[in-house]
């Protein structure tokens, strides 16, 4: 006796059939090709934006170095420049080229209504204001 399959019921198992056109196990494969592709040249795009920003920023940092260095050396030459034409030197020089002179005597000028010098300095130009602010 040969053993078969039984059926409930009696019934006869289901027909099979050929579905045309649909490919069950191929469809999912290729989704996750095409996402791990996606993903890769999302990531490599990604790289190379963050090379380019990283090199503008170089760049720029490199721009702001070199006008910092030629704003400090206009610094420096204005100092010069300023050193110069303070110079004891050249003033003492452009005051004769102009006519002034040392004096020949000091005079002292006394104003009436101050207190005696040697007194309290704040005193001193309490009495001074009061006096210039009396006269028109």
């Known amino acids: 006796m040969t053993a078969r399959p039984g059926y409930v ?7 099979l059939r050929v579905v045309i056109g649909r490919r069950v196990g191929r469809v999912p494969r290729l989704r996750g090709w095409l996402l791990l592709t996606l993903t890769v ?3 490599f795009f990604l790289l190379i934006y963050s090379r380019v920003t990283l090199d503008h920023s170089a760049f720029v940092l490199e721009d702001v170095e070199q006008r910092l260095e030629a704003a400090e050396t206009r610094y420096w030459e204005l100092r010069l420049e300023a050193a110069e034409l303070q110079s004891p030197d050249r003033i003492t020089q452009l005051a004769r080229d102009i006519g002034l002179v040392y ?3 000091v ?18 130009w309490v009495d001074l204001k009061a006096l210039l602010s009396a006269q028109p």
């Open 103 to 105: 004096p020949s005597e």
């Open 41 to 43: 040249v999302a990531a």
């Open 107 to 124: 005079r002292t000028v006394e104003v009436s209504g101050i207190a005696i010098p040697g007194g309290d300095v704040e005193d001193r």
């Open 9 to 15: 019921g009696g019934a006869e198992p289901p027909a």
